[in-house]
C-alpha cells in the first residue's frame, strides 16, 4: 500500500507502506477520506518536530472501512464504515481516573504521536471507533472530527437556544461551532478578519464582522440591548483575541477557550471579577461528541459539504499543503488567513 510521509523540512514523499495486522484489541481500516487539520499543517510546517518520529505518517480527520479485526474484538466486523477518535489514553493517570480520559496525562494522539491515516490501510484501537450510518457519505465522513470538536466546545459552553453567541476566529473549527450553535438555537456572531472567510460566512447565513472595521464590544451590546454575549468562544490563539474576549460577555457570561496561543496572552482579570465571569477551556472531545456530530452529519440539516474547499489523491499531498504552509507567529496566521476551509485527501486505491 502507499502513505504520506513528512520528512522534515516541509517535504512529504509518497511512499511505499507496510499492511500492519490488527493486535488482539485493534481494526484495521481501509481509509476512505482523510482531511488536512490545522495540527497536520504544524507537523508540515516543523514546528512539532521534537514531538514526532520522522518520518512520520500524519492525519487523523478520516473515513474509512473495517478490512480486519483482531481476536478480542466483538463489536466490529469487516464492511463496518467507520470514523475514528483519534484519543488513546492510558486508563491509570489521575484524569483518566477522575474519567477524563479524552485529556489523559499521557494522551497518545493518533497521527502525532502515532502514526495516522494518511495511509490506504490504518490499524488502531478498536475502542477508537464509531460506526458511520450508511446515509453519511464517506467523505462528509471526514468532517466528523473536526465537528466533534465544535460540538464539545458548544457543550462545554452550555449553548442554549435565543442565547448571543460570539466566536472570535472564523476558520474552520470557528465556523462549525457557529453552525453547532446555531444549531442549537442560538443568535451567532463571527468575528473574523480575513475576506474570504467573512464572504464565506455570509454565505451560510452566518452574522460576520470585521474587528479591525468596528468597535467589537460596542457591536455586541447593541446585539444584546447593553447586556453583551452570553457566551464567547476564542477560537483564533491570538493575542487580539484573548485581548477582546473579555470585554464581550455579560456579568455571568461564559468564555471557552478553544484557540492553542504559542505565547501566553494577556487577559483583563478585572474584567473576570468585575462581570463575575467563568472561564472554561475546551479540548479534542469525547465520545458523546463524535456520537452527536454523526448524528448531526447523518441528519442532513447541516451545510457540511460547502465546508469542503477542495480535494486531491494522495499522489498530490505535497501539493495540497504547500500553498497553507504556516508562519510561527499566530497573529500574522490571523491577519494573513486562508480561503480555504477543508481540504480532503482520497485515500482509496493507489
Keep these: 500500500m502507499k502513505a504520506a510521509y513528512y520528512h522534515g523540512n516541509t517535504t512529504i514523499r509518497i511512499g511505499e507502506a507496510q499492511i500492519r495486522t490488527p493486535r488482539p ?11 488536512i487539520c490545522g495540527t497536520d499543517l504544524h507537523i508540515f510546517s516543523g514546528h512539532m518536530d521534537k514531538r514526532v518520529s520522522i518520518p512520520h505518517i500524519m492525519g487523523h480527520e478520516m473515513s ?32 483518566c481516573r477522575a474519567g477524563h480520559c479524552h485529556i489523559c496525562q499521557n494522551l497518545k494522539f493518533l497521527g502525532i504521536d502515532t502514526p495516522g491515516a494518511f495511509q490506504n490501510s490504518w490499524t488502531v484501537p478498536a475502542h477508537t471507533l464509531h460506526k458511520l450510518p450508511d446515509e453519511v457519505a464517506l467523505d462528509l465522513g471526514a468532517l466528523v472530527e473536526p465537528l466533534a470538536v465544535a460540538c464539545h466546545d458548544v457543550r462545554l459552553g452550555q449553548v442554549k437556544p435565543e442565547e448571543y453567541v460570539v466566536i472570535i476566529g472564523g476558520g474552520p473549527i470557528g465556523m462549525l461551532i457557529a453552525l453547532v450553535a446555531r444549531e442549537a438555537g442560538a443568535r451567532v456572531l463571527v468575528s473574523e478578519v480575513n475576506p474570504s472567510r467573512i464572504e464565506f460566512a455570509r454565505k451560510l447565513g452566518i452574522d460576520v464582522v470585521n474587528p479591525t472595521e468596528i468597535d467589537l464590544p460596542a457591536y455586541v451590546e447593541k446585539q444584546t440591548d447593553g447586556a453583551g454575549a452570553d457566551v464567547v468562544f476564542e477560537v483564533s490563539g491570538s493575542a487580539a483575541g484573548a485581548s ?47 456520537e452527536k456530530a454523526i448524528e448531526i452529519a447523518a441528519s442532513g440539516e447541516l451545510p457540511l459539504d460547502r465546508l469542503i474547499t477542495a480535494r486531491y489523491p494522495l499522489a498530490d499531498f505535497q501539493k495540497a499543503l504547500e500553498p497553507r504552509l504556516l508562519k510561527r507567529g499566530r497573529d500574522e496566521q490571523m491577519k494573513s488567513g486562508s480561503d480555504v476551509m477543508k481540504i480532503l485527501i482520497n485515500m482509496e486505491g493507489d
Design 25 to 35: 484489541d485493534e481494526v484495521r481500516i481501509d481509509v476512505a477520506c482523510c482531511g
Design 64 to 95: 474509512g472501512v473495517v478490512a480486519d479485526v483482531g481476536s478480542n474484538v466483538e463489536n466490529w466486523q469487516a464492511g463496518d464504515r467507520v470514523v475514528v477518535r483519534p484519543l488513546d489514553p492510558c486508563g491509570n493517570c489521575p484524569a
Design 244 to 290: 477582546v474576549m473579555t470585554q464581550l460577555p455579560r456579568t455571568r457570561g461564559r468564555i471557552i477557550v478553544v484557540g492553542i496561543f504559542s505565547e501566553t496572552p494577556k487577559v483583563d482579570l478585572f474584567r473576570f471579577f468585575w462581570r463575575e465571569l467563568k472561564l472554561c477551556g475546551a479540548r479534542v472531545y469525547e465520545p458523546q461528541d463524535f
